[in-house]
């Protein structure tokens, strides 16, 4: 290779040099300066410039020459203004200076930048300084306690329930009391004669005025609580006691000891128009939902059915009806039901004493969505119409109620000023 090919001509070095800045103009004519704000197409954005550098355009030029020009006053040979010259040259120079005296205008100094980290720290102090929510508070001893001698004792009854008219029913042995919560007043409904006793189950019809009671010799009766008049007598259903009822409409769902279960239209003289069968043992459970299309059945098979409205079988067809959903995960007798008000595939269920658990169901899916061990036998269950919250009731060997958070089921308060099985509740 030449040595001398490795140099650069001027020419070339004079095209290859990077741009320069503009070289300082003719003299007496204004020198290049940089920007000391880049150009933005934004009209929000404010440009400070240099504090420390006079803006010419913040002057007042006329102003700063007359300040610049004004004669020096001789301080030795001047003579004495008076007192009222004085006074007259400070107010004329405040109407016409507004006392300014400077005669290079600057910037006013920027803001300071905006400090994420302590507004953060400003939120969270005030979050922290916020009081915290108050606990709902849950009495620990009843409002009011009424006496209920010759109740039975038997897991597998229903003899507690509260009508729409608020009024409490319950079977004491052969008689019926209702007990109105609006005045306090007891009045009976009615007593049994010993052959059809003892009661065995009481449900109220949605209209608050009828009542359905299901009796030890399987029959059911309909009775006017306004009038303490017996209405009907539904028979040949069931061949042993009926000890759950639940109503549907004008549909009354009766089970049996039978493990049968019947739908009975009471409007009509033929009542008996549906029945579905699952069950070898007593039903002692039985709850429609909401919307009135599927039942839950539970019995002392241990089993759990769910069972869609459009399933149930003529009572004269002798085939077995298809359940939606066969649950078998509980190990004891099924009583305890409840379908959750604000979401409608929602099922609790709660087992015997061998089992003591509260399980939830997805009742579109037939999945188990959660199991709580309760310790102790579970009885009756009830949501919280205006919370998400589920109160349990139960037998051995606490006799305690349990009031829990869903759907983390804590444990929000229990009460134990019942000395033997909670068998039964019911909500206004």
Same mark, same amino acid.
């Given at each position: 290779m030449d040595a001398g090919s490795d140099s650069i001509s001027p020419e070339r070095s004079r095209r290859c040099a990077p741009a320069s800045r503009p070289p300082l103009q003719e003299a007496g004519s204004r020198p290049y300066m940089p920007s000391l704000c880049s150009a933005s197409r934004n009209p929000a954005v404010k440009c400070y410039g240099d504090r420390f550098i006079p803006v010419r355009s913040a002057?007042?030029?006329?102003?700063?020459?007359?300040?610049?020009?004004?004669?020096?006053?001789? +301080? /030795?040979?001047?003579?004495?203004?008076?007192?009222?010259?004085? @006074?007259?040259? /400070?107010?004329?120079?405040?109407?016409? $200076?507004?006392?300014?005296?400077?005669?290079? @205008? $600057?910037?006013?100094?920027?803001?300071?930048?905006?400090n994420i980290l302590t507004e953060l720290r400003a939120d969270a102090a005030s979050i922290q300084a916020r009081p915290a929510k108050k606990r709902r508070y849950i009495p620990q001893s009843a409002e009011r306690t009424l006496d209920a001698p010759d109740l039975v004792d038997d897991y597998y009854l229903n003899l507690l329930d509260w009508g729409s008219s608020n009024v409490l029913s319950i079977a004491l042995g052969n008689t019926i009391y209702l007990w109105d919560a609006a005045n306090g007043s007891t009045s009976e409904l009615v +007593?049994?004669?010993?052959?059809?006793?003892?009661? #065995?189950?009481?449900?109220?019809?949605?209209?608050?005025?009828?009542?359905?009671?299901?009796?030890?010799?399987?029959?059911?009766?309909? *009775?006017?609580?306004?009038? =303490?008049?017996?209405?009907?007598?539904?028979?040949?259903?069931?061949?042993?006691?009926?000890?759950?009822? @639940? *109503?549907?409409?004008?549909?009354? +769902?009766?089970?049996?000891?039978?493990?049968?279960?019947? =739908? =009975?239209?009471?409007?009509?003289?033929?009542?008996?128009?549906? #029945?579905?069968?699952?069950?070898?043992?007593?039903?002692?459970?039985? /709850? *429609?939902? %909401?919307?009135?299309?599927?039942?839950?059945?539970?019995?002392n098979d241990n089993l759990l059915h769910i069972w869609d409205v459009s399933m149930a079988s003529s009572v004269q067809s002798a085939g077995r009806t298809q359940w939606l959903h066969r649950l078998e995960d509980h190990l004891a007798a099924v009583k305890a039901l409840a379908w959750c008000p604000f979401q409608s595939n929602l099922l609790a269920s709660g087992g015997g004493g061998s089992d003591r658990c509260i399980k939830f169901w997805n009742t579109h899916t037939g999945a188990c969505l959660n199991s709580v061990d309760t310790g102790s036998q579970v009885c009756a269950l009830l949501w919280n119409k205006n919370d998400r919250?589920?109160?349990?009731?139960?037998?051995?060997?606490?006799?305690?109620?349990?009031? *829990?958070?869903?759907?983390?089921?804590?444990?929000?308060?229990?009460? +134990? %000023?019942?000395?033997?099985?909670?068998?039964?509740?019911?909500?206004s």
């Open positions: 002057m007042d030029m006329d102003m700063a020459h007359y300040l610049l020009t004004e004669p020096r006053k001789d +301080t /030795k040979n001047a003579a004495t203004p008076s007192p009222a010259k004085e @006074a007259y040259r /400070k107010l004329l120079a405040e109407k016409l $200076f507004n006392n300014r005296t400077r005669i290079l @205008a $600057f910037r006013n100094k920027p803001p300071e930048p905006e +007593t049994l004669d010993e052959d059809d006793g003892p009661v #065995t189950s009481v449900s109220w019809a949605p209209d608050g005025r009828h009542i359905a009671v299901g009796l030890n010799s399987s029959t059911v009766q309909l *009775w006017d609580s306004s009038s =303490n008049r017996l209405l009907r007598t539904l028979q040949g259903v069931h061949e042993s006691r009926v000890g759950s009822l @639940a *109503w549907n409409g004008n549909i009354l +769902t009766s089970g049996g000891m039978d493990g049968k279960i019947v =739908n =009975n239209d009471v409007r009509i003289r033929n009542h008996a128009v549906q #029945t579905y069968r699952g069950h070898e043992q007593e039903v002692c459970g039985l /709850k *429609w939902s %909401g919307s009135g299309q599927h039942l839950a059945s539970g019995g919250e589920l109160l349990s009731s139960h037998g051995f060997t606490q006799n305690q109620l349990t009031l *829990w958070k869903y759907p983390s089921m804590d444990k929000m308060a229990e009460l +134990t %000023g019942h000395t033997s099985r909670v068998l039964f509740m019911a909500q």
